[in-house]
């Protein structure tokens, strides 16, 4: 089946720095690649994503990169501000029994500092 | 906001109980999920739903049982739980197709169990 694997488990930047996040996967069938965003004590929200037809997409200071052929992607943030701090996560969609199923990352834990 | 509503928000329990989680919906999604959130492990799927009365085993199913006999509740149980059943539960649904769409989540219920 799919595995995600999520690069670094920590990451601390200074207000205005650009942070980076990156995933591998090993389904190469993959398709779908969400990233989302959890705050303290709240449940994942979703941040962006990409489909397996598109190398990049950007929204605000977010932007997501996709390399099939490599089979890694990375979440980018710019000019970070400290409400970017919490945990990230990315997911790789597998399809498995006829339904895709999401596989998660272990998380990322990024501390912005003012 | 989804409409997701997970209950307990907490729970203790002693090993060899029972429990059960519910999660309820106000919007009539077809696809709803239960995940555990472990450090180190990210989010990893127990089961789904992807439709009244049609489940369907996660990654991580062992020891885990669901039901869903309306379309807004979708319910997990842990007919004895154990120890390494101690984690924080989030429900989510999908608006899309099964896991090619946005995932939106619960506030989460954490279960320890003694």
């Known amino acids: 089946g799919e595995n995600v694997e999520q690069h670094p488990s920590t990451l601390s930047v200074q207000e205005g720095d650009s942070a980076v996040i990156k995933c591998t996967y090993s389904?190469?069938?993959?398709?779908?690649f969400p990233w989302y965003k959890q705050e303290l004590g709240k449940g994942p929200q979703l941040i962006i994503d990409?489909?397996?037809?598109?190398g990049e997409k950007k929204d605000q200071r977010i932007a997501v990169t996709l390399n099939k052929t490599a089979k890694h992607f990375s979440l980018h943030i710019t000019e970070t501000q400290p409400e970017d701090s919490a945990v990230y996560f990315c997911?790789?969609?597998?399809?498995?029994?006829?339904?895709?199923?999401?596989?998660f990352g272990a998380g990322t834990r990024l501390a912005v500092h003012p | 906001d989804a409409g997701i509503t997970q209950s307990p928000r907490h729970k203790v329990t002693e090993t060899g109980t029972p429990v059960t989680l519910r999660c309820h919906q106000t919007e009539n999604h077809r696809y709803m999920y239960w995940y555990r959130q472990d450090p180190g492990h990210g989010l990893r799927l127990i089961h789904y739903?992807?439709?009244?009365?049609?489940?369907d085993k996660g990654e991580v199913s062992d020891g885990y049982s669901v039901s869903r006999s309306k379309t807004e509740d979708f319910l997990l149980t842990l007919e004895s739980a154990t120890s390494s059943q101690t984690s924080v539960y989030f429900c989510?649904?999908?608006?899309?197709?099964?896991?090619?769409?946005?995932?939106?989540f619960g506030e989460g219920s954490r279960l320890t169990v003694l």
């Open positions: 990409i489909r397996s037809n598109v």
């Open positions: 389904d190469s069938a993959s398709n779908y």
């Open positions: 989510a649904i999908s608006t899309g197709t099964a896991n090619t769409g946005e995932l939106f």
């Open positions: 739903s992807y439709g009244v009365k049609d489940t």
């Open positions: 997911a790789a969609s597998s399809l498995s029994g006829g339904y895709n199923k999401l596989i």
